[in-house]
């Protein structure tokens, strides 16, 4: 059983900063890449950023050079650091997880942390 624990979401200005974190726990053989997506209201989830594990990165051109994400291996932990926030940053982050448990790959999700943008 693998199980994603999301923190850091919440109420931020436009221009402010938030981090979020996602812990992986469970028999997880191979951790293979973690990251976190997105979902507006009416809209569809969406890719924010995806670190492997070897450290590529993977980013939304939304995001760009405003959120940073990166990853603990040892503790099986993923944050994401954003900055300048905008109100189209308005969303429910999912944590996304791609690992290999006993001999499946799969993707496993978190179930969601809400982030709002407003002044």
């Known amino acids: 059983q693998v199980q994603l624990v999301e923190s850091g979401g919440g109420l931020v200005q436009p221009g402010g900063s938030l981090r979020l974190s996602c812990a992986a726990s469970?028999?997880?053989?191979?951790?293979?890449?973690m990251g976190w997506y997105r979902q507006a209201s009416r809209k569809e989830r969406e890719l924010v950023a995806v670190?492997?594990?070897?450290?590529?990165?993977n980013y939304a051109d939304a995001v760009k050079g405003r959120f940073i994400i990166s990853e603990d291996n040892a503790k099986k932990t993923v944050y994401l650091q954003m900055n300048s926030l905008k109100p189209e940053d308005t969303a429910v982050y999912y944590c996304y997880l791609n690992a290999d448990v006993g001999l499946t790959r799969r993707a496993y999700w978190g179930q969601g942390t809400q982030v709002t943008v407003s002044s």
């Open positions: 670190v492997t594990s070897g450290g590529k990165t």
């Open positions: 469970g028999s997880i053989f191979s951790l293979n890449a």
